[in-house]
């Protein structure tokens, strides 16, 4: 799994904890917890529920792109529409 930087790139000079806890926590530990949950079940299911909580900001569209490159395909995003 390539390691996640994007707070510390984003958001590292204004606010360090964050950008730990995003990057090491969240998503280095956390996320990268593939005995559990298998990362492309995992992209799935964030980008249902950011859509059942009505949340397409930036951070939907990157979750949305990130499921694509994890092997989700449109037609199981548009399912989940219909559930």
Known sequence: MKKQTAGRDGLGDLAPKFAELNDDVLFGEIWSREDKLSTRDRSLLTVTALMAKGIFDN???????????HGVRKVEVVKQLLI
């Open 59 to 69: 951070s939907f569209k990157y979750h949305v792109s990130n499921a694509k490159n």
